[in-house]
């Protein structure tokens, strides 16, 4: 019998590692998008519209069931005409159904484009500018389903409130598109009260990073930099093995990909159970 075993897990690595090789996972890829597949298995082979955020309200919510969460929220900052917000609330949807668990999304926007600037180089006036990106805020309110709400106002005063008043679970994941280095940083509240009833880390993705443009002195890089000098119980950082393993590794989106440590949690948890040993990476 082990040795049966054994010939499955290596006949079962011969077939992943020949469907991953280019250009047959270009097939692979094109069947998954059009047959019934469990979603972690579609997310793995990118087979979606918006794979960034499928992939970040999958692992919200295999992060929220690792934990006993039954309810968490996900949120687009910047939400234009509502493709990204639409693919998200979609995604949470059937990632709900498939764990059993409720996920609320929330879309902020301003609903007027892109705001005031802050007036110099950090808002990047070389790639946008103010009115960009509108939104028809009742056309989008129409077109979302039940579990999908927005937050219509400047992320500089509706972040606070929706903490206070709206946010009544862990956060799981946010995606962040507000172009801006001042929006970025104002809307990076959010992240900051993290607490004991969260998440231990939170997929955070950042779609403004590495264009020819992009600095480290401007834009997200800038209010990402910002937010780790001024919280001591949070850290962002780049997720460098969200990539691991997987077919597509390659894909830009993938290098957008943050973890929010929610370092007072971790400092309180404890592993418990067998000595952990080293294991083959699986889907
Ligand atoms: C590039 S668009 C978002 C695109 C969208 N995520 C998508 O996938 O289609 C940027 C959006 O950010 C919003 N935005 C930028 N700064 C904002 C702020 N301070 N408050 C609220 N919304 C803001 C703009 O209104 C604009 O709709």
């Given at each position: 019998m082990p040795l049966a075993n054994s010939l499955t897990k290596a006949f079962n690595q011969t077939l992943f590692t020949i469907a991953c090789e280019p250009p047959i996972r270009l097939l692979a890829r094109w069947i998954l998008r059009r047959v019934k597949a469990p979603l972690p298995v579609k997310s793995f082979w990118d087979a979606a519209d918006y794979p960034q955020y499928l992939f970040g309200v999958l692992k919200a919510a295999q992060f929220a069931r690792a934990q006993g969460l039954t309810r968490i929220a996900v949120a687009e900052m910047g939400c234009a005409g509502g493709r990204g917000l639409l693919a998200m609330a979609r995604h949470a949807q059937d990632l709900a159904r498939h764990f059993g668990i409720d996920i609320r999304v929330y879309g902020f926007d301003a609903g007027t484009g892109l705001p005031t600037f802050c007036g110099d180089y950090r808002d990047h006036p070389d790639a946008w500018k103010a009115g960009d990106f509108p939104m028809d805020v009742d056309r989008l309110r129409q077109a979302l389903p039940a579990n999908t709400q927005l937050v219509i106002g400047n992320v500089e005063d509706t972040v606070a409130p929706f903490l206070r008043d709206e946010l009544d679970c862990p956060l799981g994941f946010v995606a962040f598109d507000l172009d801006l280095y001042s929006s970025t940083r104002a809307a990076l509240r959010i992240v900051?009260?993290?607490?004991?009833?969260?998440?231990?880390r939170v997929p955070l993705y950042f779609d403004d990073l590495g264009y020819d443009w992009s600095h480290r002195r401007a834009g997200e890089p800038l209010a990402i930099e910002e937010f780790n000098r001024e919280n001591d119980a949070i850290i962002i950082e780049q997720w460098l093995h969200a990539s691991a393993a997987r077919p597509f590794h390659e894909a830009p989106w993938l290098k957008r990909f943050f973890l929010a440590h929610n370092l007072a949690k971790i400092s309180k948890s404890q592993l418990v159970g067998e000595a952990n040993r080293v294991h083959d990476l699986a889907y």
């Open positions: 900051e009260q993290l607490g004991e009833r969260d998440l231990l």
